[in-house]
């Protein structure tokens, strides 16, 4: 027994233990409205604080400290600080970095434990649908700022010829849609092209179609029940997977129908969690994340119809499934440190 290696092991269990708790402290701030009374980054105390949100003031005073002791806020004299680069991630929703929907989803994983611990036992399938609800609303949350920063801004034109079709008035379908954040943000920016949104989940097309109402963008966009081997159409011009194809049962089953539902000079669009092609390669901070959210989430949802593909594919197995379904071109477009952007061609 190394009784420092020992050590060191307890402090970063024990940080890890601190940074589970500072994530449902997250939800708190979040819901309670404590980060966006925060967010012009000038000090108050705990009771003005208390006084601003509706919240009890002992409370306040107590998760203040807790965000002190996080890092997430600075302390002097009895007033807090909320910094604007943590204002940032924690208060401004429409900032490109926003976190809090990240916790909600590490929040339905402690909800839904008990249905992971069955599925260990058992044939490993958990479906989408059956994870708390928090779930859903959470993994909106979390993945809409990064659609609206970089979607059209970057990866769009990182295809070959895609924008322009969209400028001119295309026909798009993104499978696997959930509450429609990415087919709302592409048909915000290109109002001559139609876009439908598929999931078959049928509580996220409810509230994909009232998102779509409340954009104003009913005309332009519709959302349809549907799963990624069922939807209509021999004539898209894009077709697109948001961080969604690792987690489908038949991910091969999914790319052959995209490309069927292509035209011949058609595009698919698939983003997917970044990812190196070995697990040694993917052990680091991003690797971490991905990995345990796919424990709970992807692999068991992906099991839950046939094959466990799983969040950390990789490049090349991506490569495998549509290089078998039938593509002949395929690419990597672009990326970020959260994301592969890659591209398919007939």
Known sequence: MDEAKLQDFMGKLV????????????????????????ADSQPTTPEALAEKTGCHPRLVREWLNGQAASGYMQHLDGRFVLPEEQAMALAIEASPV?????????????????????????????????????????????FRPGYRTFLVAEWLPALDGVVDKLQTGAKVADVGCGHGAST??????????????????????????????????????AFEQG??????????????????????GDPVGAARHAYHALKDDGTVMLVEPYAEDSLDANINLVGRLFYAASTFICTPNSLSQEVGLGAQ???????????????????????TPFNLILEARK
């Open 15 to 38: 940080g890890d233990m601190g940074a589970a708790a500072t994530l449902a402290n997250v939800i708190l701030g979040d819901e309670l409205g404590l980060y966006r009374a925060m």
């Open 313 to 335: 594919a990789g490049e090349a197995r991506l490569r495998a499934v549509f290089e078998e379904a039938g593509f002949t071109r395929f690419r990597r477009a672009t990326q």
């Open 227 to 248: 799963t990624a081997k069922n939807y209509p159409g021999h004539d898209h011009d894009l077709v697109c997977f948001f961080d969604c194809l690792h987690d489908m």
């Open 184 to 221: 709302l943000v592409m048909a915000q920016a290109f109002p001559a092209s139609r876009f439908t949104g598929y999931d078959y989940h049928a509580p996220s097309i409810s509230t994909a179609r009232q998102r779509a109402s409340e954009a104003g963008a009913e005309g332009q966009v």
């Open 98 to 142: 926003y976190m809090p929907g990240g916790a909600s989803v590490v929040a339905a994983l402690f909800h839904d434990k008990d249905k992971l611990l069955a599925a260990m036992r058992g044939d490993g399938g958990l479906a989408w649908g059956d994870h708390h609800p928090c779930m859903f609303s959470g993994t909106e949350r979390f």
